[in-house]
């Protein structure tokens, strides 16, 4: 079953403007992660936060965390074209960490039109 | 560091065929993940390796499916009796044991069960 969920499931912006996805998940955890996938390929890591963080930044990226709501937010900065593809969240189980097995959410489909 | 690599990256087999799937994570790294993907989803925990031992595995791992690692370095997926159900993406990630280490994901397998 899917433990974070993506909103929207779609998104579709101009060149440079930003881009705000959002995730929540259901059980505690360690931390989240956000991932990029382009069509028919495997998956990118971006960013890591941990639980006891409520913010980070990478570059354009920024995540945001609230584990009080159970959710956390990606936003892309200045978006490029190149930016196209699927973003998923990842959340690991602090109740059962099996290794850094991760669940992921259903996604959102991001289309920067140049 | 040449990155996950699967092989094939796509297999069309007919229902009830046996098909096999073959991973080689990156070599320093002593974690190896098995994820099912299907259009439009996020993907889906299978099984999960420590070395050549298999740690965890989903109950989505049906008695069809095994996965082998057996000298700790590359591993296999192995469908028997496939299903249309069966057709997905299969990712095979990698991970360093460190505590919150992100996962490399190989470009995966497409698989088509006609």
């Known amino acids: 079953s899917q433990q974070g969920e993506e909103d929207p499931q779609a998104l579709s912006i101009q060149e440079g403007e930003n881009a705000t996805m959002n995730c929540s998940y259901k059980t505690s955890i360690n931390n989240l992660q956000w991932y990029r996938q382009n069509s028919g390929r495997g998956l990118v890591h971006l960013i890591l936060i941990r639980s006891n963080e409520r913010e980070k930044h990478s570059g354009r990226l920024r995540v945001t965390l609230d584990t009080s709501k159970k959710s956390s937010s990606l936003l892309i900065t200045a978006s490029r074209a190149a930016d196209t593809a699927s973003y998923f969240c990842?959340?690991?189980?602090?109740?059962?960490?099996?290794?850094?097995?991760?669940?992921f959410g259903g996604g959102t489909r991001l289309m920067v039109k140049p | 560091d040449t990155g996950v690599s699967q092989d094939p990256r796509h297999k069309i087999t007919k229902r009830g065929q046996n098909v096999t799937f073959r991973c080689d994570p990156i070599?320093?790294?002593?974690?190896l993940y098995w994820y099912r993907q299907t259009l439009g989803q996020g993907p889906e925990f299978l099984t999960y390796?420590?070395?050549?031992?298999?740690?965890?595995k989903s109950r989505l791992l049906s008695d069809r499916f095994s996965a082998e690692r057996p000298k700790g370095s590359f591993s296999t997926l192995e469908i028997q009796r496939t299903e249309q159900g069966d057709s997905a993406m299969y990712l095979c990630?990698?991970?360093?044991?460190?505590?919150?280490?992100?996962?490399?994901f190989g470009n995966g397998t497409r698989l088509t069960v006609t």
């Open positions: 990842a959340t690991d189980d602090s109740r059962h960490n099996a290794g850094n097995m991760l669940t």
């Open positions: 990630a990698s991970s360093p044991q460190r505590y919150n280490s992100p996962l490399h």
């Open positions: 070599s320093e790294h002593n974690r």
């Open positions: 390796f420590q070395n050549e031992a298999q740690l965890e």
